[in-house]
C-alpha cells in the first residue's frame, strides 16, 4: 500500500507547509517582527499561484517544495475557489512589500492566516483518510504505474 502512504505523506508535506506559514504570519502579529515572513512569503505566494495557475508550476522549480501533487492541489481547490486564490496571493504579496502601515499589515496578516489555517485543518484530516486514487489503487481498480 505504498500508494496510501505517498498520499498521506503529501498531505502532511501541505500541514506542515501550512503550519510554518502561520507561525511567520503570527510573528508578525504578535510582535511586528518580519524575519520568519520574510523567508516564508516568497515559497508561499509560489506555492499558491502553483495550485491556482498550473502553467506556473512547470515553469518554476521553487515550487517544487509544495502544492505540486494531486492531493496538495485537490485539497486547495476543495477549499478556495480560484478568485479566492488570487486574492490570497494579492494580500501575501502586499505582506511581503513592508508596509509603513502595521495595522494593515497585521490586519492582512491575520487573514493568510485563517486561509493557511483552513489548509493545514483540511489537509490532517485528509491524511487521516486515503485519497480515493490510493483506494482505487489499492483495490485493484485502476493498474498500477
Do not use: W
Not at 498521506?8 to 502561520?22: C, D, E, G, M, P
Not at 509544495?66 to 478568485?83: G, H, M
Not at 502586499?94 to 485563517?114: G, V
Request: aromatic share 4%; proline share 4%; hydrophobic share 40%.
Amino acid at each position: 500500500m505504498p500508494h496510501a502512504s505517498d498520499s498521506r505523506s503529501q498531505y502532511l508535506s501541505l500541514a506542515l507547509f501550512s503550519r510554518q506559514i502561520i507561525e511567520a504570519l503570527l510573528e508578525l502579529v504578535r510582535s511586528g517582527d518580519r524575519v520568519k515572513l520574510s523567508k516564508a512569503l516568497p515559497n508561499a505566494i509560489e506555492s499558491l499561484q502553483a495550485a491556482t495557475d498550473s502553467r506556473t508550476a512547470a515553469l518554476t522549480s521553487v515550487v517544487s517544495r509544495i502544492a505540486t501533487s494531486y492531493d496538495q492541489v485537490r485539497t486547495i481547490d476543495d477549499l478556495f475557489p480560484e478568485d479566492d486564490r488570487r486574492k490570497m496571493i494579492q494580500t501575501l504579496q502586499s505582506l511581503h512589500t513592508e508596509s509603513a502601515d502595521l495595522a494593515a499589515q497585521k490586519a492582512h496578516a491575520l487573514q493568510a492566516i485563517r486561509f493557511f489555517y483552513k489548509i493545514e485543518n483540511r489537509s490532517l484530516r485528509n491524511s487521516r483518510q486515503p485519497s480515493p486514487r490510493a483506494s482505487r489503487l489499492t483495490h485493484g481498480l485502476c493498474p498500477a504505474r
